[in-house]
Nanobody, 126 residues
Framework: QVELVESGGGMVQAGASLRLSCAGS????????VAWFRQAPGKEREFVAA????????FYADSVKGRFTISRDNDDETVSLRMTSLKPEDTAVYYC???????????????????WGQGTQVTVPP
């Protein structure tokens, strides 16, 4: 397992942008499949976006396609989630997840990932 640290959450107005970042404590995320999940109050955790270990293949939930972009940054040391055109329904705690051995070939579930961060709050008021 790897300790993951998320950053970049906050409160923004609808239509604004935010960039979340996920870093591994003491390790680079170069060789990990990494995903973002979110959980809104009273709702179950849901998949948002993921990037594969090899090849940088990406997957997105339908609700964020065209608005969110997952990418590897800083020579693969971190993974970012760039969120644009934010909506009130994007309000949630966003979690970074990583797995050293996962081969991403389709939309993953939370059970596919071994390591999880503590989460960062994103709030978009109505």
């Amino acid at each position: 397992q790897v300790e993951l640290v998320e950053s970049g959450g906050g409160m923004v107005q609808a239509g604004a942008s935010l960039r979340l970042s996920c870093a591994g404590s003491g390790v680079t995320l170069f060789n990990y499949a990494v995903a973002w999940f979110r959980q809104a109050p009273g709702k179950e955790r849901e998949f948002v976006a993921a990037v594969s270990r090899i090849g940088g293949v990406t997957f997105y939930a339908d609700s964020v396609k065209g608005r969110f972009t997952i990418s590897r940054d800083n020579d693969d040391e971190t993974v970012s989630l760039r969120m644009t055109s934010l909506k009130p329904e994007d309000t949630a705690v966003y979690y970074c997840a990583a797995d050293r051995f996962l081969r991403l070939q389709s939309t993953p579930t939370g059970r596919d990932f071994e390591s999880w961060g503590q989460g960062t709050q994103v709030t978009v008021p109505p």
